[in-house]
Each structure stands twice: as C-alpha cells, then as structure tokens.
C-alpha cells in the first residue's frame, strides 16, 4: 500500500542569500543584510524560551543588566506565569520600581534545549550557512536578549570569535570595531535582518526601545578546540586512574643521587608515563570523533535536546526520516551515528543498508520492510532503531488498523 507520509526536508537546502553573504561578507567585513533566512523565532517563541530559562535558572545562565549594573539576584524582574506575552513583560519592567524607569537588557545563554522545535529551527538555519563557510568543530554560544533603552557601557564580546545577530523584534543599533582594522563601524537592523561582524571585534549595543535578538558567537581561533581535548585526554586518564585528579605531595626534600644530582620523583614519572600512554591512545582520537559527529549533527549548538522516551516498535510501525543523519567511520565495520547532537556506535554493514534506505525513500517505510532490505532483525535492528527514535531522527506515524 502506498504511504500518505512524504519525507520531510533533512539537509539544509541551497539558498543563494546565504551563498553571498557566505562567499562576501563572512569572516571579512561588519555588515547588516536583509535576506537571508531568519533562524524561525518569533516573539511568542523567545518569550516562552526565556519563561522556560526563569524556571530553570541552574541550566540556563540568565543575566538581568540595568543602568546601575547587573542584578545578582533579578527575581521578581524575571519572566513569570503572570506574563503572558513578552509585550506583557517589557511593559510590567517598564513600571517596576526598582528600575526607576531605566533602561534594561535581560540574556539566556543557551536557553533553547530545552525546545526542540526552537532548537532545530535555528540548528536549520545555521546549518543552512555552515555548508558554505564551514562547519564549527567547536560548540557555538547562543545568547537570546530581549531589552528596552539599554545601552552597552563598556565594549563586549569574545574578539577570539566571530557573530552572527538576528534581530527577532524591534530596532538594534551596534558599533563595532575590528580590531585588524581601527575603524569603527555603525550597523543598524531591524526585525528580520542578520548583522554579522568578523572574529577579532569589540562592539557596543544600543537598543532605543523593546529590541529581542538572538546572537550566535562563532568560535574562529584554532585555540578554542584546546579545552575539548584538555578534556577528552582528562577523561581517559581518570579511566586508567581514578586518583589522578586527586593532589600529588612531592617528597620534601626531593630525591637526590650520591653526586648531588636531583632525581625525578616515582609519582611524576608515573604521571608523566600515564600522560605519554593516554596520548597515544587510539580512544582520545575516537571520543573527538564522537564530540565531532555530535556537534556536526547538531551544527554546533551545544548542549543539544534531551533525547526522547523510547517507544516500543512492532513490525508495523511506520517511520520517516525527519533530520540529517550524520555517519563517522571508526573501522571496517564500525561507525558513529549522530544525529540532533547525539552520538552512539553502530557495528555491521547491515546496519549501513538501514541508513541507505532511511536516506533514499522519501516515504516513510515500515519496520518489517527495513528489515527485509537491509538483512537486519531481532535486537540489532530494535537496538538501532530505538536510538533513532530517541535521537528524533526518526519520526514514527500511528499503526494502521489492520485489514
């Protein structure tokens, strides 16, 4: 029987916008351009995001600055149940007293995992540029803002990186100065347009009235990748020696031979052996692998959705590929998936008869027919297709009745 279900779209299509914003102005000039894609937030969207960062202030640093600094502890100033659009809430801090009528600017740093749809849309729409300029080996910053008559008193940003700034409402208005130039530009957006300045700038904001935006800082320094794999070394480490993190007391004096000569205390050259043995091993190399695949998947946003509850599957469920699924070879027979910023380790080339067929029908296809063109059933296939419905790479339509 034919499938009423077409697949929807899974790489980031061609767009020539952002082809010549791509080969023209990334990572040279500051510049504001009005067509390019908007990265699918409204008003109502960064409005729910940023109640959503006020619930959960622990996962999602959030930052309430005003004219006398920033507030350590902004409380009643946050998003709250009683606002029920973001006009409600600039409007309710436009009268609050302790801001005097002062201007204002409350950040969400990285608040969209916790939405997936939020998430995916702007993953879409950097993925869409990514394609022509790069993709990030490195997580990208996300800062969601929303403010009124706030202006920057000091100059900001990491210069080691580059940014991209739509403007999801209102005006903006930013200096930028290029630290590779001197020169000192003026770029103004409103709703709808991206602003983009080059790594190695400082920029002031100015918002004259209610202004959201949602600014992505692009790592553009080969150091940004060092505390990745600080970190990858660090965790094999503590594999092989659970006490490595603990302190090491030297002996006091150190050691010395009968010629006066000091001798390498046994703990450091045990740490210095772990070091060596660590660095070459052939698992620091497949965990940046998989940090890789993970960001790839997720075109840098990091941290990614949590995955989805699994769902039991019959041999009738149905499934569509929703979202672009990335594959690293590890072996002859081995690879990584990713997809949606999560990784896991897929063994056997009947599996890869799996990804074939999930990357060409575009019509969803139902359990038992992936079996029978991939060779693949029982556990292995179960295993499989648990993870990508749990990674939301997979889609799966209700059962039919039956005949």
Partial sequence: MKSRHTSARRTAPHDPALRRFAETHWARDPVVVSDTPAPGLDP??????LRTAAEHPGSTPLRLATADGILCEPGPLLPGRADRSLSEYIARLSRAPQLGGDGWLLTATDPLHRDFSAWSRVRDALAGLWRYVGWPAVPVTAELAVGDRHHSATEAGDPGAASLTWVIDGELTVRVRPEHTGTEYELRAGAGDLMHW????????????????????????????????TEAVRALTRR??????????????LPARADGRLALPAQLADSARLFTEVLTDPDVERALLARWAGLRSAAGLNPAPAPRPAVPLTS????????????????????????????????????????????????????????????????????????????????????????
């Fill in 240 to 253: 092989r020696d659970p006490h490595t993190d603990s302190p090491v007391t030297l002996p006091h004096p």
């Fill in 44 to 49: 109502a969207d960064a409005h729910a995001l």
């Fill in 198 to 229: 080059p790594a190695g700038s400082r920029h002031l904001d100015h918002r004259t009235g209610p202004c959201t935006t949602l600014r992505v800082s692009v790592p553009a320094r080969t150091a940004s990748a060092l505390p990745l794999v």
């Fill in 316 to 403: 009738r469920h149905r499934l569509l590929c929703v979202s672009e699924i990335v594959r690293v070879a590890t072996g002859p027979d081995d690879a990584l998936w990713a997809a949606n910023g999560h990784v896991w380790p897929v063994r056997g080339r009947a599996a890869d008869r799996v990804l074939s067929c999930l990357r060409t029908t575009h019509q969803d296809t139902t359990v038992a027919d992936l079996a029978r063109a991939s060779g693949l059933s029982g556990p292995h296939l179960d295993e499989l297709l648990r993870e990508l419905c749990r990674s939301r790479a997979v889609a799966v339509t209700p059962l039919e009745p039956y005949p």
